[in-house]
């Protein structure tokens, strides 16, 4: 089944802790792209991947790092968590940059940092 | 600054009539246009696009309109289903460009 797989579904953690969330895609799709979605603020862009070694910030990057050492795989790492990063995340994929077809996207993660 | 809003944060219908869902943005650069369903737990979906040299889209029951000099856009859903009771995003980017920009999305709600 194609689909992208976010882990893990659920976490919380405390102030500084650093913690990774793995988002891996079986659809050889280029381009990959995390999300965070707060109450009123809809989807904002975090970091975005348009192929392998290529990533680039997208609106709210501060506190967010990405790698993309492989196609299928987008991890995203937090080297510092704060409060104000408990969110939602989504990790999405797609071909070229998904303007025909959109986005593939994972079920989520819930961040709570306290 | 906001560059896509949904204005209405949400929207109750009945079964059978239609649905319209709007979009508004700001940055002309915007080239290509799209619409995503999300269910509660789950991630959102892509449900149709459009491109800005188009200014309909049809899909099923469901068509986007576009309206470029007002930097407008809307999604009809005809006729409604309970099933289309969801959240719904509208998003917009620039061709070659990596970033999409989503709206805060609407709230539909199809009662039978």
Not at chain 1, 23 to 38: A, L, T
Not at chain 1, 47 to 55: A, G, I, W
């Amino acid at each position: 089944e194609a689909q992208v797989t976010q882990n893990p579904r659920y976490l919380i953690t405390v102030t500084g802790k650093k913690l990774t969330v793995t988002c891996s895609q079986n659809m050889n799709h280029e381009y990959m792209s995390w999300y965070r979605q707060d109450p009123g603020l809809g989807l904002r862009q975090i970091y975005y991947s348009m192929n392998v070694e290529v990533t680039d910030k997208g609106d709210v990057p501060e506190g967010y790092k990405v790698s993309r050492k492989e196609k299928r795989n987008f991890p995203l790492i937090l080297e510092s968590p704060s409060p104000n990063q408990t969110s939602l995340y989504f990790c999405a994929s797609s071909l070229s940059s998904g303007l025909h077809y959109g986005y593939t996207f994972g079920s989520g993660t819930r961040l709570t940092v306290v | 600054d906001q560059q896509v809003k949904q204005n209405s944060p949400s929207l109750s219908v009945q079964e059978g009539r239609i649905s319209i869902l709007n979009c508004d943005y700001t940055n002309s650069m915007f080239d290509y246009f799209l619409w995503y369903k999300k269910y509660p737990a789950e991630g959102p979906t892509f449900l149709i696009s459009i491109s800005s040299i188009k200014d309909k889209n049809e899909d099923g029951r469901f068509t986007v309109f576009l309206n470029k000099s007002a930097k407008h856009l809307s999604l009809h859903i005809v006729p409604s289903q309970p099933g289309d009771s969801a959240v719904y995003f509208c998003a917009a980017t620039r061709s070659n460009a990596g970033k999409s920009t989503f709206g805060d999305g609407t709230t539909l709600t199809v009662k039978p």
